[in-house]
């Protein structure tokens, strides 16, 4: 029997990455942002250190099929200024998807990110594509289901397990 116990840090040169698809059509954007940022932060990570960027690679595909809830998509707006005086854009949600929709799951997933050096270091193991296609099969990524409370499907399948049982 082993009294020591220990608590192992984690160094950061020593971390498998692994790929995760995240398919986009059909789901709730805050959802499926929230999500993302927890896996490319590594909070699914039992090793999770707050100081180390733990996390894993996310792809996400079929952004133009995402979906917000109520009246979100006649009101939400997104704002940006281009640095010129009088250079503040803004742009309906509805026209982004249209013409842009990658930036709609980008800018809601880093927003959930940390705001510091490390948060945008998270933030370039994202990559959103706007079809169901993407060029990164050489890194044979698995595909990571999502229940539609926004939980990964594994995840809630448990959860109703162990709710089954203890009834």
Request: charged letters at 30%.
């Given at each position: 029997m082993n009294l020591n116990q220990t608590t192992t840090i984690p160094?950061?040169?020593?971390?498998?990455?692994?790929?995760?698809?995240?398919?986009?059509?059909?789901?709730?954007?805050?959802?499926?942002?929230?999500?993302?940022?927890?896996?490319?932060?590594?909070?699914?990570n039992p090793l999770y250190t707050p100081?180390?960027?733990?996390?894993?690679h996310v792809i996400v595909i079929n952004a133009e099929k995402i979906e917000v809830t109520g009246m979100k998509a006649g009101q939400k707006l997104y704002r940006r200024y281009t640095?010129?005086?009088?250079?503040?854009?803004?742009?309906?949600?509805?026209?982004?998807?249209?013409?842009?929709p990658e930036k709609i799951l980008e800018e809601a997933i880093?927003?959930?990110?940390?705001?510091?050096?490390?948060?945008?270091?998270?933030?370039?193991?994202?990559?959103?594509?706007?079809?169901?296609?993407?060029?990164?099969?050489a890194q044979q990524p698995t595909a990571m289901e999502m229940h539609r409370s926004g939980t990964p499907m594994e995840l809630h399948q448990k959860q109703e397990h162990h709710r089954k049982q203890s009834a």
């Open positions: 160094s950061g040169k020593d971390i498998k990455r692994k790929w995760f698809v995240l398919d986009a059509s059909g789901q709730t954007l805050g959802r499926l942002a929230s999500h993302a940022a927890s896996v490319l932060a590594g909070k699914l100081y180390i960027d733990m996390g894993d640095g010129f005086p009088g250079g503040l854009r803004e742009e309906e949600y509805s026209k982004l998807l249209v013409r842009r880093k927003g959930m990110l940390p705001k510091s050096k490390l948060g945008r270091q998270m933030a370039t193991k994202l990559k959103v594509y706007k079809g169901a296609d993407h060029p990164h099969h």
